[in-house]
Each structure stands twice: as C-alpha cells, then as structure tokens.
C-alpha cells in the first residue's frame, strides 16, 4: 500500500507541472482598437474575449500586446521579441489603423505586415488578420487600396481574415473622436472576431 502512495504521489508531481504549463497563449498584437484606448481596461473586447474563452476553451490564455498609436512600422520593429516572450500558438494581428490615418504609403505598409506575418508563421503560430477600413474622407482611391490590402495579405499567406473588424458598429456606438468604438461596441467586436477565431482552435 505504501509502495502505490509513493508511486501516486510521483505520478502527481510529475503530472501537475505539465499541466500548469498547458495554457496556450493566443497574442492579440494590435493598435488603441485593441489597446481598449478610452474605455476601463475590462470592458475591451480583449478581455471580453478571454472572459468567453475561459469557459469554452480553458487551455488557451489571451495575452494583449496591443499598444495605442503603433503602426505598422512600430509592430514590425516589436514583433520578434513580443514572439520570444510570450510563445503564442496563435497571433491576432490587427495593424495599419494609423499607418492610413497619417497618409502613409501602402506599399510600405504591406511590406511590414508581410514581414510580420512572416516571422509569426516562422514561429508555426497561427494568424487571424482583423481588416480595418478609413473614413471616406480620405478619398476614394486611397480608402479602396487600403481595404483591399487585408483581403490580399490573407491569400498571399494563406491566413484566416476579418474582413473589417468594426463591421455593424453603429455611430453611436463610437467615442467623441468617431474613431474608437465605446465600452457598449466591444461586446459585439468580441462576437464578431470570435466567429472567425475558433476554427482556428480546434
């Protein structure tokens, strides 16, 4: 009887560490729609989304690497040492709000996301592209070549696609700035992406 509690106990030393280590990490690597810029950090749809997956999918932990203002260029420079940190199995890569905000050119900004999405794949994480669109008031032209950019980062890499991550938001639903969605719009942001997200679980 002795003999099997020492076996037992062995069992459950050895058995107990690996499980406190099974969490898998899903990186949301993104901009203030991420961040949860203007709203309490509990009501983002950040946390909204590890609140959901806790009870659906306990094994994964949702780790917000997101910072207000980061463009493309900023997340490029992040990425590789946000990777070694935090070893996601998967990344939500959310990136390009500002970069189109500020005018910048969106060959360059296609560069830095392929070579984002590059190393992410490196790494054997998967990714989930969130599209963002501009205001009209941008002009037709620009606005049009900065929405069809996600959808053709997507089939280059062969990566799962939101379309347009504020897809339904309503206007009153947004802060002051008409930029960045209220606390009452990140519950349904949370819904939206997380239709396209757990495929990418199983």
Same mark, same amino acid.
């Given at each position: 009887?002795?003999?099997?509690?020492?076996?037992?106990?062995?069992?459950?030393?050895?058995?107990?560490?690996?499980?406190? +280590?099974?969490?898998?990490?899903?990186?949301?690597?993104?901009?203030?729609?991420?961040?949860?810029?203007?709203?309490?950090?509990?009501?983002?749809?950040?946390?909204?989304?590890?609140?959901?997956?806790?009870?659906?999918?306990?094994?994964?932990?949702?780790?917000?690497? $997101?910072?207000?203002?980061?463009?493309? $260029?900023?997340?490029?420079?992040?990425?590789?040492?946000?990777?070694?940190?935090?070893?996601? /199995?998967? /990344?939500?890569?959310?990136?390009?709000?500002?970069?189109?905000?500020?005018?910048?050119?969106?060959?360059?900004?296609?560069?830095?996301?392929? $070579?984002?999405?590059?190393?992410?794949?490196? %790494?054997?994480?998967?990714?989930?592209?969130?599209?963002? +669109?501009?205001?009209?008031?941008?002009?037709?032209?620009?606005?049009?070549?900065?929405? %069809?950019?996600?959808?053709?980062?997507?089939?280059?890499?062969?990566?799962?696609?939101?379309?347009?991550?504020?897809?339904?938001?309503?206007?009153? +639903?947004?802060?002051?700035?008409?930029?960045?969605?209220?606390?009452?719009?990140?519950?349904?942001?949370?819904?939206?992406?997380?239709?396209?997200?757990?495929?990418?679980?199983?």
């Amino acid at each position: 009887m002795k003999t099997f509690l020492k076996i037992a106990l062995l069992v459950a030393a050895l058995v107990l560490p690996a499980c406190a +280590q099974a969490a898998k990490n899903i990186l949301v690597f993104g901009d203030s729609l991420s961040a949860g810029y203007g709203i309490a950090r509990d009501d983002s749809w950040v946390n909204l989304l590890q609140i959901e997956l806790k009870k659906s999918h306990p094994q994964f932990e949702v780790v917000n690497a $997101s910072i207000s203002g980061e463009t493309t $260029s900023g997340g490029l420079r992040r990425i590789g040492k946000a990777m070694q940190e935090h070893h996601p /199995v998967l /990344v939500i890569l959310e990136l390009g709000a500002n970069d189109g905000l500020r005018g910048g050119t969106i060959a360059e900004m296609e560069k830095n996301l392929d $070579s984002i999405i590059e190393q992410v794949q490196q %790494a054997h994480a998967r990714i989930l592209l969130l599209g963002l +669109q501009l205001p009209p008031n941008y002009g037709l032209d620009y606005t049009r070549q900065f929405r %069809a950019l996600y959808p053709r980062l997507s089939r280059k890499h062969d990566i799962a696609l939101v379309p347009f991550m504020l897809k339904d938001i309503p206007p009153e +639903q947004f802060q002051a700035d008409n930029l960045h969605p209220n606390a009452e719009a990140q519950p349904r942001i949370m819904r939206h992406i997380l239709k396209s997200l757990l495929p990418l679980l199983r």
